[in-house]
């Protein structure tokens, strides 16, 4: 995909915010830290655009990007940040579990894992939630340049296995690896799309 223009559009923080012109729309999620932001930054050829976070876990908002006019990106707050005051984690279920149930132009969900480590018990309840709301989905798995070529197969394969899924996507935006297939994926989901 040749990305013409891409915008921050807005933060919406409660259903009443989400835009209702029909693009469809790409949902990344995961666990803070995990490298959401990033991700979004590194397929869209911007430094900057997503905020890479120092404060994690502070805020929960969807953030919305448009893209070539034609469809958004959608930053989730990520999970499982310890330090996050305690509302904020204890409502992350029900703000992703909303936005999932109710989102009809959610095309794709991008479920992020960090390469090196074994899913998170938070991965498999998003995992079970994308399973439920029978939201199309694929697994990246990010920071894959911090791997060995041997370490990072072994963990596919662990990833694969642990969220039954039949393909994982190894992933970095260090090195832009998996940003063509990640793209193609995007491509077919929109592509999909009626509205
Ligand atoms: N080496 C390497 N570092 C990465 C990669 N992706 C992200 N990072 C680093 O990981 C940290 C977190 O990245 P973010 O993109 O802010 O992660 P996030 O999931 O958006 O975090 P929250 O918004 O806080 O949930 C930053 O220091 C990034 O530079 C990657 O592919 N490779
Ligand atoms: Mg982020």
Do not use: C
């Not at 830290?33 to 876990?57: C, D, E, W």
């Not at 989102?103 to 390469?115: F, G, Q």
């Not at 939630?129 to 990010?142: C, D, E, F, I, M």
Request: glycine letters at 6%; a positive charge; hydrophobic letters at 35%.
């Amino acid at each position: 995909m040749k990305v013409t223009s891409a915008e921050f559009v807005k933060s919406a923080f409660t259903e009443k915010d989400w835009p209702r012109d029909g693009r469809p729309e790409v949902a990344f999620l995961g666990r803070s830290n995990v490298g959401k932001s990033s991700m979004i930054n590194s397929l869209l050829g911007v430094k900057g655009l997503a905020r890479t976070s120092s404060t994690p876990g502070r805020t929960q908002s969807l953030n919305y990007f448009l893209i070539n006019q034609k469809f958004y990106f959608v930053d989730l707050p990520g999970y499982g940040y310890a330090r996050a005051p305690r509302e904020v984690r204890e409502s992350w279920g029900e703000f992703v579990t909303d936005y999932l149930a109710k989102r009809e132009p959610l095309v794709l969900s991008i479920h992020i894992v960090d390469s090196r480590h074994e899913p998170t018990k938070l991965d498999l309840q998003l995992r079970e939630w994308l399973t439920v709301y029978a939201k199309p989905r694929v697994v990246v798995a990010t920071k894959s340049d911090k791997l060995s070529n041997n370490d990072l197969r072994k963990n596919l394969e662990r990833a694969r296995r642990a969220l039954s899924v039949d393909r994982v996507i190894a992933y970095s935006a260090a090195t832009g690896q998996g940003r063509e297939e990640v793209w193609r994926t995007i491509e077919e989901n929109i592509t999909d799309f009626r509205f």
